[in-house]
């Protein structure tokens, strides 16, 4: 890609976090816009007639087109590189593990951590952070089995998997999931912290 590109997202979201790990594994070039999600940014008519959906990141192309869904985005920024996945049967296990990060991990260990850091862990939502916690350790437990016996989510080789699930596993305790009972978890999160062009989510 020779023209930059603009990702509208949220600095504290690890959906958006995902857009910029990639970018920054693949030197790709864009610019930022910060959305205000909380102040209703994401609402307003003129984003939503960029998104309908109302909810970032957003990917606008230099054709005046816009993409959204964060794995969405991850699949076309990593389009003919082996980040997606080599041949047909290894971009379908990227997939795969793409649709489980966003069914069975994203609801509830993204979803605790946006009640805890963005919302300030309100009385009334604790039955609801409370129902979350069988189905993130659930998760976790399947990450763990698969992490046991391959150094990276679809196998052997980095890939946007191990983006789109790093992005919210490396933060799960700040949605209350405590990762002392995953070994390989935690192993696999130094191991992508180490990488040459890794870049950290912004914390504050």
């Known amino acids: ?45 003129q984003f939503l007639a960029m998104n309908p959906n109302g909810r970032v990141p957003l990917l606008a192309l230099p054709d005046g087109t816009y993409l959204a869904e964060s794995n969405a985005i991850l699949c076309y920024l990593a389009d003919s590189n082996a980040l997606a996945g080599p041949g047909r049967f290894g971009r379908a296990q990227v997939l795969q593990w793409l649709f489980f990060e ?35 350790y659930a998760a976790l437990g399947v990450m763990e089995r698969q992490l046991l016996n391959n150094a990276y989510m679809a196998g052997e080789n980095f890939s946007i998997a191990d983006i789109a699930l790093f992005a919210y596993t490396h933060v799960s305790d700040e949605g209350g999931f405590d990762l002392a009972n ?19 989510m912004t914390t504050v």
């Not at 509830?108 to 993130?136: H, M, V």
């Not at 995953?182 to 890794?198: H, L, N, Q």
């Open 102 to 136: 966003q069914y069975s991990h994203e609801p509830y260990i993204a979803t605790s951590r946006f009640i805890i850091r963005y919302l300030g862990n309100p009385p009334e939502r604790q039955a609801d952070l409370e129902s979350k916690k069988k189905g993130g």
């Open 182 to 200: 995953y070994p390989a978890i935690r192993a696999w999160i130094r191991t992508i912290e180490r990488r040459p062009k890794f870049v950290a």
């Open 1 to 45: 890609m020779t023209e930059k590109l603009k990702v509208y997202g949220d600095s504290r979201s690890g959906n958006c976090y995902k857009i910029q790990m990639l970018c920054a594994e693949l030197a790709i070039p864009y610019t930022w816009q910060e959305v205000d999600i909380l102040a209703g940014e994401s609402r307003t008519p």
